[in-house]
């Protein structure tokens, strides 16, 4: 820049506008949900550039830093500076599937003999899994059971849990009278009759 009065004498300056860097921004940490339909993921945002950044709004209306309680889905944040330049990025919170457990159970083959078994097959949650029966068992499958009631509680490596329940029988009991009518003066001409049930 230069001025001239008037009778022609100048005097010259420099100045040097400059541009603060542009504002970034991205997620530097996240924590997805642990159990399926839960809420306790959370993402921290960072950014970079800009002046001196001083609002965060997220599209679930969380305005810190770090964004808490989420669900599974998608989140976006802007992060504004103080002379209202915007950076926007997002994030995507997963969930595990949802943990469940069948069980198979196999009846007694005879009444009140220990033949009766549960297998279960559990899908879904983070492995690995633990199984807690009703019996105090701990394995996947139980064996030479008696009739009864018998549930599952299995719980993933999150912590999550999901419990089932199932039955187990056995026949009657297996019985038989006999009938018998006896020989007539040593003709060898009695009889037995056994009717089983």
């Given at each position: 820049?230069?001025?001239?009065?008037?009778?022609?004498?100048?005097?010259?300056?420099?100045v040097t506008i400059t541009d603060p860097p542009d504002?970034?921004?991205?997620?530097?940490?996240?924590?997805?949900?642990?159990?399926?339909?839960?809420?306790?993921?959370?993402?921290?945002?960072v950014f970079n550039g800009g002046t001196l950044?001083?609002?965060?709004?997220?599209?679930?209306?969380?305005t810190g830093i770090?964004?808490?309680?989420?669900?599974?889905?998608?989140?976006s944040v802007t992060v504004t500076d103080n002379n209202g330049c915007t950076a926007?990025?997002?994030v995507n919170i997963t969930e595990p599937p949802v943990l469940s457990v069948?069980?198979?159970?196999?009846?007694?083959?005879?009444?009140?003999?220990?033949?009766?078994?549960?297998?279960?097959n559990v899908q879904g949650g983070t492995s690995a899994y633990t199984y807690n029966w009703s019996n105090s068992a701990i394995t996947n499958n139980i064996s030479?059971?008696?009739s009864g009631n018998y549930s599952l509680t299995v719980t993933d490596a999150n912590g999550c849990t999901t419990t089932s329940s199932t039955n187990i029988t056995d026949p009657a009991a297996l019985s038989m009278t006999l009938t018998a009518t006896p020989d007539h003066c040593g003709q060898g001409d009695g009889t037995a009759t056994i009717n089983p049930s």
């Open positions: 820049m230069t001025v001239t009065e008037g009778v022609g004498c100048t005097s010259t300056k420099q504002l970034t921004a991205s997620i530097s940490a996240q924590t997805d949900v642990l159990c399926n339909g839960g809420n306790n993921g959370q993402a921290t945002l950044a001083d609002t965060y709004s997220w599209s679930n209306l969380q770090t964004a808490t309680n989420l669900t599974a889905g998608n989140y926007q990025t997002s069948t069980l198979t159970p196999v009846d007694l083959l005879c009444n009140n003999i220990a033949t009766g078994s549960v297998a279960s030479s059971l008696l």
